[in-house]
């Protein structure tokens, strides 16, 4: 299979967006991302979105965001796997292209959740857990994470604010973002004072829904080379996995199966070891997510993820062990469902050209993001590097 | 890209199944293709499903699916691009193993309409129109194609039940397939007094929404060859187009640009011409559908698709021009959304395997297949050929 390299990025604020429709979203991505890419016409559109149908009342995004873009005729289709839908839209635009099936593929994440009240978003979230046996009962992803955390602090004795750091990280680098939701540091005592929303979970704990659009365009270097769009990033690996729907499924519920398989997959492919990983993307939708990810992939041992989040071991400081969430992650950025496997993308091409502002890792070269449906029931991973 | 073929099929009758779950369905077509393709093991899982999101409350099928049919690990998600989403999600699979990524994927298309009362799938479909300017305004998709159809006999001068050999046809195929949800054929007569549902549309012109699941199994030539399953059926051919999502933005409304482009790519990657084509699975949703299909792929010219139905040239009978829906299409085997694509795919690996009983045509080498989100807003093709 090609090399394939991403040649083009765009995105939105993420925010409450009351005022922009789904497409215009959509389409404001997709222009920065053109125009990022220097002329490079997409043949594919892949969208990864969770929850139009429900909340937007939209099915058929493939259809609908090709045409208002002005591509009309493209072929173009949705992937839904839950708030991974933006990871598996990216990996399938990273396999059209690398099969040599077409030339420039379009990646687009979109969401828009906030037209909807609170509890109808939970409501329409939880279809992503087990809707028969979990769901059915009254459970929502909240309520879920809550019940993780809760056995996680019980099995590795974790103080009150153990998970602290996750959020107070992800506020700190929210700042240097211009499009973050929440672009102002928070304290540790604000964290400690925080209102509960699924005790032990406090507001902090929990990323914000929220509505943007993050895109992407992919091709094979031959082809972008000669039109000298730069500085070009390549996606060195890229793999998925999934695990039971349904929490009580699982053999060990505090691992994160599909984390660990997908990412090995993925830094296989890209033949690195962990030591050569210069920050990670993970999905913070809740702090354990977090936690159980750093466990999952490897740079934490079990147990022991909030311990190097505790320790200062996730910032953008210099002798941090793995930076994570390096522009304010799906806590400050923002969490707009199937888009965020794709912000994921943009911000880690961002770190990769040396763009990423305040928030630069000094020669970073390797940069994995994992984006997860539901508790790590489907992890795609993707490892890009400084082409 | 390397040789893709079906090893593997399976379907569960197509109806009202209030006493089958979602994930029941979906089992019960993928052991069946499992069994037929003769123990060989997916990595790959690429579902196609329209609304179990908003009429299930179940999304994340894709790992809802693998884990329930036993194989809890492997990479799924889940494709939309509305009624052609079976067709999108075929097309994912043979591109995941044509490329080399995946040794074995399974296709599943699923759909479960019938829990829902009508009102609530006609609201719910209408989500793959364009929802801010058509839905909107109470638009469903049977009214956009009464008013197509107006249309069409306006233009044509197309007398009243002009349109009743699509129905015919199909019911008088759906006699010979077991699977199908009206296995009885209709004379003339019934078509001509049967009750309009949105006029010109009678109870005739549009199919039943039901409930199904339809599986493949996909692999490359060389390695179903070493365990001996067969007769195989080839992916000779793919392609997928997109149109505008609204028909008010369309230049011409009475033609389906994407059944024509996507056909035609299908046929130049298989190397066939029209001629060659022995058999057409068109998406026959709605009789007018049928029509522009055929239109738009070639078998008729503009304004006589209509006519060569009903000069019998779509019938199983040894002079037609080209058998179509031969194993009762829509209309009669039934509409299950997302997977109408995987259903179409499986009966012509039965046509192309001998094996279509009743129906079977003498010596046929190649079928198109050609699934449609809305009308012809997303149309995915392929050309299947008997390996």
Redesign the interface.
């Known amino acids: 299979?090609s090399e394939v390299v991403i040649a083009g990025i765009g995105q939105t604020p993420v925010g409450e967006h009351w005022d922009i429709?789904l497409?215009d979203l959509a389409l404001e991505a997709i222009q920065a991302a053109l125009k990022d890419a220097g002329g490079l016409r997409p043949q594919s559109?892949f969208v990864g979105n969770?929850?139009a149908?429900?909340l937007?009342?939209?099915?058929?995004?493939?259809?609908?965001i090709?045409?208002y873009a002005g591509m009309?005729?493209?072929?173009?289709?949705?992937?839904?796997?839950?708030g991974a839908s933006g990871g598996?839209a990216l990996r399938?635009g990273y396999?059209?292209v690398?099969?040599?099936?077409t030339d420039v593929a379009l990646v687009v994440g979109v969401e828009k959740f906030t037209d909807t009240i609170g509890s109808d978003i939970e409501e329409?979230i939880a279809?992503?857990?087990?809707?028969?046996f979990e769901?059915m009962q009254g459970l929502t992803t909240t309520a879920q994470a809550a019940m993780l955390m809760r056995r996680y602090m019980h099995e590795y004795n974790v103080p009150v604010n153990g998970f602290a750091n996750f959020p107070l990280t992800a506020h700190a680098n929210g700042e240097g973002n211009p499009n973050a939701m929440f672009r102002k540091a928070i304290k540790a005592e604000t964290y400690a004072k925080a209102e509960p929303v699924s005790p032990p979970l406090n507001m902090f704990d929990v990323a914000p829904n929220a509505d943007g659009a993050a895109a992407l365009i992919l091709t094979r270097r031959e082809l972008v080379q000669s039109i000298g769009a730069k500085p070009l990033v390549k996606i060195a690996g890229s793999?998925?996995?999934?695990?039971?729907?349904a929490m009580h499924?699982r053999k060990d519920m505090l691992f994160f199966?599909?984390a660990q398989?997908s990412a090995g997959k993925a830094m296989k492919q890209a033949g690195v070891v962990l030591d050569q990983i210069d920050f990670f993307e993970y999905h913070d939708v809740f702090s354990i997510y977090a936690a159980l990810q750093l466990e999952a992939v490897g740079f934490a041992i079990k147990g022991q993820g909030w311990k190097l989040a505790e320790s200062g071991g996730i910032g953008l400081n210099a002798g941090a062990k793995i930076p994570c969430a390096t522009m304010g992650g799906m806590k400050a950025r923002g969490f707009a469902g199937g888009a965020s496997g794709v912000y994921q993308a943009v911000e880690a091409v961002n770190q990769l050209r040396g763009q990423a502002g305040k928030n630069q890792l000094a020669g970073a070269k390797f940069g994995l993001i994992q984006s997860l449906?539901?508790p790590a029931?489907?992890a795609v991973s993707h490892v890009l590097s400084a082409a």
Chains 1, 2 share one sequence.
Not at 72 to 82: D, H, K, Q, R
Not at 98 to 101: D, L, N
Not at 239 to 245: C, I, K, M, N, Y
């Open positions: 299979m429709s497409r559109l969770m929850l149908p429900t937007s009342n939209q099915a058929h995004l493939g259809a609908l090709s045409d009309t005729g493209i072929e173009a289709m949705t992937l839904e796997a839950s598996a399938q396999l059209a690398a099969s040599g099936m329409a279809t992503e857990t087990d809707s028969d769901a793999a998925s996995s999934t695990d039971t729907l499924d199966d599909t398989v449906g539901g029931s489907t």
